[in-house]
């Protein structure tokens, strides 16, 4: 019986520490989040209907190697990523961790005026060793903060109809 006891001491410290460091990381991503995290639009740029697909979405984005390249020659999209606590949860197991803040700016070529970011922060990993995918948490949510939505903001569709 005392066998037992130990045996649930010791799995129920082992489970709480790794679960009170993922909540202990939430936090952070929270508090960091608050301070700078969401999308900021500088300025928008109108254009013609041809810039844009059938979903109303810009036509010229092409996530591409070289990254600086993706909005063509126009402007530039810039992405750093810095990293608060880096480990491997999809290689190493999902008790690894990894904190991240997230910070896409897009200019304009020309003058290098900065027309708007997306700045977010994320957890992923901390969980109980398995074979799961590990766990994930993002601040802000990515249905109200993530790239195409940074650019559906910045590039607007002109309502000037072209006239044949």
């Not at 997230?102 to 900065?114: A, C, G």
């Amino acid at each position: 019986m005392r066998k037992i006891a130990l045996i649930l001491l010791v799995l129920s410290v082992f489970y709480a520490s790794f679960f009170s460091d993922k909540a202990r990381l939430d936090r952070e991503v929270n508090r960091l989040c608050a301070i700078d995290g969401g999308i900021r639009v500088y300025e928008t740029i109108t254009l013609p209907a041809d810039k844009f697909d059938n979903n109303g979405e810009i036509n010229f984005y092409e996530p591409i190697e070289k990254i600086e390249d993706t909005l063509g020659s126009e402007y530039i999209y810039q992405w750093d990523t810095r990293y608060y606590r880096n480990g491997d949860p999809v290689g190493q197991g999902a008790h690894e961790v990894v904190m991240a803040r997230d910070h896409i700016q897009v200019f304009q070529k020309s003058d290098r005026k900065l027309l708007g970011e997306l700045v977010t922060y994320h957890r992923v990993g901390g969980d109980l060793p398995g074979p799961w995918m590990p766990s994930s948490y993002h601040c802000p949510d990515k249905s109200i903060a993530r790239e195409l939505l940074l650019l559906n903001r910045i590039f607007v569709k002109s309502r000037v109809r072209n006239e044949r």
